[in-house]
C-alpha cells in the first residue's frame, strides 16, 4: 500500500508529493519530494497514537497528515530522519490538538 498526495502552496506553485510506504505493521517510509530535491524518513507509530489521534483513519493517513502539518512549520530538511510520530507533539506542543483538521 502506497499513499501519495500532492500539495501546493497559496498560488499553485511549489507543489510538494508525500508518499508513505509501509514497511512493517508501526514503521513507515516517508518521501518528501519538491522541485529537484527530496528528503526520506522512518517513522514509527504506535496502533494506540493511531487510534488517539486518527480515529477511524489508517496508520498512513495520520502521517501523511502529519508531515503535512511540519511542512507549514518546516522545510523538508528540518524534519527529522528518523522518529516516533509522538516527538512531534514536544517540538509543536499544538499537534496533539491540530491534527484532525489535516486527516
Known amino acids: 500500500m502506497r499513499a501519495c498526495r500532492f ?8 507543489v510538494t508529493e508525500i508518499t508513505v510506504e509501509p514497511e ?4 513507515f517510509r516517508v518521501t518528501v ?3 529537484g530535491s527530496s528528503t526520506t524518513h522512518e517513522v514509527t ?3 494506540s497514537d493511531v487510534e488517539r ?3 477511524e483513519g489508517s496508520a498512513g493517513e495520520l502521517i501523511e497528515a502529519s508531515f503535512r502539518f511540519l511542512l507549514e512549520r518546516e522545510p523538508k530538511e ?4 528518523a522518529f516516533d510520530l509522538s516527538v512531534i507533539s514536544r517540538y509543536f506542543p499544538e499537534y496533539p490538538t491540530r491534527i ?3 486527516l
Open 7 to 14: 500539495v501546493a502552496d497559496a498560488w499553485g506553485e511549489n
Open 53 to 55: 489521534w486518527a480515529g
Open 100 to 102: 484532525a483538521d489535516y
Open 78 to 81: 528540518s524534519i527529522l530522519s
Open 45 to 47: 507509530v504506535s496502533p
Open 33 to 35: 519530494s519538491e522541485t
Open 24 to 27: 512493517s505493521e508501526d514503521t
